[in-house]
């Protein structure tokens, strides 16, 4: 196996662990398209879930890659080979290759005139593998930040949003596995943003905003609310409501008139009513400010991981607050539940 010298950016984990980026190896490649596969050890290598450009290896790992299948010319076939002759040959071999006064392409005499008749004629070249020799360039370290794999066996299609069917089946009670990644990414400083690799970046001071935070909740109750026991009764990009299903003991029935206060003659309608609504949640956010609504906070953490966790523990507890079943009141029989208004977030 041939070996070859590259320079690779590379991120220290730890030790002798590094993470190496798979683009910068490609770039020392003439044509970095022909690079198809990275392997440690003869196997495929772990990715970085943050970062999938990365991929982890040891100091004294064997790293090898594999080329892609390229073509060659070798010169020129008949498009029409039925019309082969002495004068006309079924191959024309590329250093008959000319060009004509006038800078068209050509062959030299005495075959000038009938390069329209012919194609390229290519031969596959198979790839190649290369051992490397890795001089790295070092351009961050973790500091013993935990650093979260993937197997690259198990990167498939994605969505619009980054997320395999198979992450968001995985995640399905996290938010952050469809909800807040699909809505917003959390603001990092900008230096951070530029200095820093992407692969670290989730281990910096981040926040989400009062809007993207009202976003969030505001999806994850909408796609996840149980309409036996909560109803939302306000829906809109600058207010929110959520109110309580509670039906009454003892329903009634009144009469309604439709067209009152107009000339027309009267008409009447009998209305039941067997159940109440009482409002358990409302928010608006900061930018609109909506009269009679609170405005939800913004959440700052220390880490994307940790701005992860608030967010989903925070909408986890509210929907669960909001789908509680109605209980039995031992007084009267009749069911319903505590009168208690919900908390927004704010932890800005």
């Known amino acids: 196996m041939k070996k070859i010298n590259v320079t690779a950016k590379s991120i220290n984990v730890g030790g002798s662990i590094f993470l190496y980026s798979t683009n910068s190896i490609a770039e020392n490649f003439r044509y970095p398209s022909v690079f198809k596969a990275v392997f440690v050890n003869g196997s495929l290598p772990q990715l970085c879930e943050g970062d999938k450009d990365y991929f982890i290896a040891k100091e004294g790992d064997v790293i090898t890659v594999e080329t892609r299948e390229q073509k060659k010319q070798v010169g020129y076939i008949l498009t029409n080979k039925q019309v082969a002759s002495e004068k006309i040959p079924l191959r024309v071999p590329l250093d008959q290759h000319a060009e004509d006064e006038d800078g068209n392409l050509d062959f030299k005499a005495p075959l000038n005139g009938i390069r329209g008749l012919y194609d390229i004629e290519e031969e596959a070249i198979p790839g190649e593998f290369f051992e490397l020799i890795i001089e790295r360039q070092v351009i961050a370290s973790s500091d013993g930040v935990p650093v979260v794999l993937k197997p690259i066996a198990a990167l498939l299609p994605t969505d619009s949003y980054g997320w395999t069917k198979e992450e968001k089946i995985a995640s399905a009670t996290s938010v952050h596995s469809y909800y807040y990644a699909s809505i917003v990414q959390p603001r990092i400083g900008a230096v951070e943003g530029v200095v820093l690799p992407k692969v670290l970046r989730s281990e910096v001071p981040c926040s989400l905003s009062s809007v993207q935070v009202y976003g969030i909740v505001r999806k994850y109750i909408k796609e996840n609310i149980n309409g036996k026991y909560a109803r939302i009764t306000s829906d809109y990009d600058f207010c929110f409501t959520v109110q309580k299903v509670v039906p009454l003991n003892k329903?009634?029935?009144?009469?309604?008139?439709?067209?009152?206060?107009?000339?027309?003659?009267?008409?009447?309608?009998?209305?039941?009513?067997?159940?109440?609504?009482?409002?358990?949640?409302?928010?608006?956010?900061?930018?609109?400010?909506?009269?009679?609504?609170?405005?939800?906070?913004?959440?700052?953490?220390?880490?994307?991981?940790?701005?992860?966790?608030?967010?989903?523990?925070?909408?986890?507890?509210?929907?669960?607050?909001?789908?509680?079943?109605?209980?039995?009141c031992k007084h009267c029989g009749g069911y319903g539940f505590h009168i208690e208004k919900l908390p927004l977030i704010n932890k800005q």
């Open 251 to 328: 329903p009634y029935t009144f009469q309604s008139s439709f067209n009152s206060g107009t000339k027309r003659r009267p008409r009447y309608a009998m209305i039941d009513v067997k159940e109440k609504l009482y409002t358990v949640f409302e928010m608006t956010n900061d930018k609109d400010n909506y009269k009679g609504y609170t405005p939800i906070g913004g959440i700052s953490a220390e880490s994307e991981r940790d701005l992860n966790k608030q967010i989903d523990d925070y909408c986890s507890e509210l929907i669960e607050a909001i789908n509680a079943p109605l209980v039995e």
